[in-house]
């Protein structure tokens, strides 16, 4: 009973990686238009291109989010999920939702969409990543309902792990931090503070709650190490992430109008937050040293050691990089900027649900792992994917030292067409990557079609007991 409620999982899972491939096909069309502006225009401008690659962004990690909890809650709560049905007509209310939204930005001009939509009466449009319209942001606000009612309602009924509870109670969060989207006074500084509460809030607070206990579920079935040592570095984690995180927030208030003492906050509190992903590095590679089985899903747990690594120098190395004040002033706005979303985003949340995909699928498919076959292609999938986005990350970079020191810093300021101008070589070296990643996710997504045979026969067999 409980495995046939953990099906609901599959198509949220399945959406998910057919979303990603479609942000990853618009942010090629956006970074081509870097180097040619008028590249697909007028049929799909720069800010519908970036838009639509931001949005799916958020689309599918929430798709493979909501995923990963019907998959887990039930397990660790060893009862069946209160309402399958629930979460089948949520998946489609989700996704058609989020289809007719990007439709919306496709072929219909923003300022119409935003008129045909209420903006006028309660404005909500407008902002990076919160550019939906009110019925889409009432949409996932019922969505959110209905996935914290479900599992909250499951977790209720069941045994109450407390990794469990750290995801329910993550999932709680993230419904909540969404309500500042609704707020978008006249005020630009009041209207800063809002925004960065959802877009801070999740990404540098409550997202790291569900990395850690997506992967804290992952390494304590793959690696048989006690369920109690786990959830003790998950505290300390959390802990870590919280302080961190929720004060943290003031590195985004540097200079817009807020009051100076954001300055040191911002920066001091910013400077602890790469701590929690070196703990989460330190955590995986404990667990791994000392598993007690070896897991035949090799792939999956490659994806978990990588995602820590990957996250801290996303998160952590280039988000320090750009996080001081002093910093800030000149890097703000610049690529570093992207350098520091794309790999954090990527190693952080991206990776860890491609990890949960990897273990949760072949389960739902009737087997404890893909074929040896199917999982080299993942393995390469997720090398080129790892490489090219590092490749995608540099490049940023050089793009954005280049704005800094000839546009920022200089007495001698160059303008904005000669800034682009310098920059193209970045530019071109940033597509040639994303064209290598979009490479790395296809391998990555033919690897759940390829059939072959086990090798690990003892291993499946000691999986399986």
């Known amino acids: 009973m409980i495995k046939a409620s953990q099906s609901v999982a599959k198509p949220y899972f399945i959406a998910a990686l057919a979303l990603f491939l479609g942000q990853i096909l618009f942010g090629l069309v956006a970074g ?4 040619d ?4 225009f007028p049929a799909i401008p720069f800010s519908v291109s970036r838009m639509v690659h931001t949005n799916l962004l958020i689309v ?27 979460a089948l007509a949520t998946f489609w209310v989700f996704l058609i939702a989020g289809a007719a939204t990007i439709l919306g930005y496709l072929f219909v001009p923003y300022d119409q969409l935003a008129a045909a939509t209420g903006n006028a009466i309660v404005p909500t449009m407008g902002r990076g990543y919160l550019e939906q319209p009110l019925p889409t942001k009432v949409g996932i606000v019922l969505v959110a309902l209905s996935l914290l009612f479900n599992i909250t309602m499951t977790l209720m009924k069941g045994r109450k792990t407390s990794l469990n509870i750290i995801l329910v109670a993550a999932l709680w969060g993230l419904a909540l931090l969404f309500l500042p989207a609704f707020y978008f006074p006249d005020d630009a500084v009041k209207a800063s503070y809002g925004w960065w509460w959802v877009v801070h809030g999740w990404v540098e607070g409550d997202w790291e709650l569900i990395l850690s206990a997506l992967l804290g579920f992952i390494l304590i079935k793959m690696t048989g190490v006690d369920r109690e040592i786990i959830e003790k570095w998950l505290y300390v984690i959390i802990a870590m992430t919280l302080v961190s995180g929720i004060i943290g927030i003031g590195h985004h208030y540097y200079y817009t109008g807020a009051p100076e003492y954001w300055i040191w906050l911002g920066s001091i509190f910013s400077a602890i937050e790469p701590i929690p992903f070196i703990m989460l590095i330190a955590f995986a590679f404990k667990t791994l040293f000392q598993r007690r089985r070896e897991h035949p ?12 690594i990957v996250a801290f120098l996303g998160a952590g190395l280039w988000g320090f990089m750009i996080t001081l004040a002093p910093v800030q002033f000149y890097a703000h706005g610049t690529n570093l900027t992207a350098a520091h979303g794309h790999l954090a985003f990527f190693g952080a949340y991206a990776m860890v649900s491609m990890a949960i995909i990897s273990y949760a699928m072949p389960l739902l498919r009737g087997r404890s792992a893909n074929s040896v076959k199917s999982q080299r292609w993942e393995m390469t999938g997720f090398w080129t994917m790892v490489i090219s986005m590092m490749g995608i990350t540099l490049a940023l970079t050089g793009a954005g030292l280049v704005t800094m020191f000839t546009q920022r810093m200089g007495a001698n300021p160059s303008s904005f067409m000669e800034v682009a101008e310098s920059s193209k070589a970045f530019f071109w070296l940033r597509e040639i990557f994303g064209c290598g990643f979009l490479l790395g996710l296809l391998a990555y997504l033919v690897s759940f079609f390829i059939k072959g045979e086990y090798t690990y026969v003892a291993e499946v067999k000691r999986a399986v007991a």
Do not use: C, D, H, R
């Not at 081509?32 to 180097?35: E, V």
């Not at 899903?297 to 820590?308: C, E, F, I, S, Y």
């Open 297 to 308: 899903n090799k792939a999956a747990m490659l994806w978990a050691m990588g995602t820590p």
């Open 37 to 40: 502006g008028n590249f697909l």
């Open 32 to 35: 081509m238009q870097y180097l």
């Open 60 to 86: 599918w990690l929430l798709m493979a989010y909501m995923g990963a909890a019907y998959f887990i809650v039930p397990e660790e709560a060893q009862t069946p999920l209160y309402s399958p049905k629930l």
